[in-house]
């Protein structure tokens, strides 16, 4: 499989959700109703005592939470968001950079495409340990947040750059623009709603990234760590409030993007990228 492949795979998904999009109902309704379906349905569970009682209601989770309060999940929370936000930004870099060097100089695709492949297909919990050996500290975390971004965004960024207007590149050809000229002035305009789709998939997957290196161990704060110990002992309220202070860290990064998103590219609002 090739860039190009990838890049077909992605253009028809993206104009398949563009289509059910269309039908003109409200973005938040669908997103809403699946919010309120998965409450009822943790709820129904935990009074059913599924799995022997070990799911506990979503008012004992949230009476968790509160009664452990900032102290624990303000350190906690603030530290994984600096991982996650550090490998957010270093492997989009990567990949926005890699993303432009395919465009400019098409010879590296092979390559790109090696790399990208490989990113994807790597097992990075098996890599992580290798970096926690070599370099300590958080490094492991900000690089399996960095890798867990980087196949999006290269795919997504790469899609929106051959996306541009044939006839606008025409025009520039005919005044005499190279390659260079053709990117700055149609190709990066092109590219921006696809390369912000793919960031704003990115961000999830970097806070995913983020807690899984502090899985490994070497680190003595952030939800990860937080998570092992209250698994540890055995708190299964608190385990949950710590899985659903990751869920709204990752929303909170998938927010963040499409709000800058809605900014800077305005002309796509009224669409779904």
Same mark, same amino acid.
């Given at each position: 499989?090739?860039?190009?492949?990838?890049?077909?795979?992605?253009?028809?998904?993206?104009?398949?959700?563009?289509?059910?999009?269309?039908?003109?109902?409200?973005?938040?309704?669908?997103?809403?109703?699946?919010?309120?379906?998965?409450?009822?349905?943790?709820?129904?569970?935990?009074?059913?005592?599924?799995?022997?009682?070990?799911?506990?209601?979503?008012?004992?989770?949230?009476?968790?939470?509160?009664?452990?309060?900032?102290?624990?999940?303000?350190?906690?929370?603030?530290?994984?968001?600096?991982?996650?936000?550090?490998?957010?930004?270093?492997?989009?870099?990567?990949?926005?950079?890699? %993303?432009?060097?395919?465009?400019?100089?098409?010879?590296?695709?092979?390559?790109?495409?090696?790399?990208?492949?490989?990113? =994807?297909?790597?097992?990075?919990?098996?890599?992580?340990?290798?970096?926690?050996?070599?370099?300590?500290?958080?490094?492991?975390?900000?690089?399996? %947040?960095?890798? =867990?971004?980087?196949?999006?965004?290269?795919?997504?960024?790469?899609?929106?750059?051959?996306?541009?207007?044939?006839?606008?590149?025409?025009?520039?050809?005919?005044?005499?623009?190279?390659?260079?000229?053709?990117?700055?002035?149609?190709?990066?305009?092109?590219?921006?709603?696809?390369?912000?789709?793919?960031?704003?998939?990115? %961000?999830?997957?970097?806070?995913?990234?983020?807690?899984?290196?502090?899985?490994?161990?070497?680190?003595?704060?952030?939800?990860?760590?937080?998570?092992?110990?209250?698994?540890?002992? =055995?708190?299964?309220?608190?385990?949950?409030?710590?899985?659903?202070?990751?869920?709204?860290?990752?929303?909170?990064?998938?927010?963040?993007?499409?709000?800058?998103?809605?900014?800077?590219?305005?002309?796509?609002?009224?669409?779904?990228?």
């Amino acid at each position: 499989m090739t860039l190009a492949d990838i890049e077909k795979v992605t253009q028809a998904q993206t104009e398949t959700s563009t289509r059910r999009n269309s039908l003109g109902r409200p973005k938040w309704l669908g997103g809403a109703i699946g919010i309120i379906g998965l409450v009822l349905a943790w709820w129904l569970l935990a009074a059913l005592g599924v799995a022997g009682g070990t799911i506990p209601s979503p008012w004992t989770v949230l009476a968790t939470m509160f009664d452990d309060g900032w102290a624990l999940y303000g350190p906690n929370f603030s530290i994984t968001a600096a991982g996650a936000l550090q490998g957010f930004v270093w492997g989009n870099l990567l990949a926005i950079a890699l %993303a432009v060097l395919v465009v400019l100089v098409p010879p590296v695709e092979s390559l790109a495409t090696q790399l990208a492949i490989l990113s =994807y297909c790597t097992p990075l919990l098996a890599l992580g340990p290798i970096i926690l050996v070599v370099f300590g500290g958080r490094t492991p975390t900000i690089f399996l %947040a960095a890798m =867990y971004c980087f196949f999006t965004t290269m795919v997504g960024t790469l899609t929106g750059l051959r996306s541009a207007d044939v006839a606008s590149l025409d025009l520039v050809a005919a005044y005499g623009g190279g390659r260079w000229q053709k990117f700055r002035r149609v190709q990066s305009i092109a590219a921006l709603p696809s390369m912000f789709a793919a960031l704003k998939i990115a %961000a999830p997957s970097a806070v995913l990234g983020a807690i899984l290196g502090e899985y490994l161990g070497g680190v003595d704060s952030g939800i990860g760590v937080a998570l092992t110990a209250a698994q540890t002992s =055995y708190n299964v309220p608190r385990t949950w409030g710590m899985a659903l202070a990751a869920a709204l860290l990752a929303g909170l990064g998938y927010a963040i993007v499409a709000i800058i998103a809605r900014f800077v590219t305005p002309w796509t609002s009224g669409k779904t990228a």
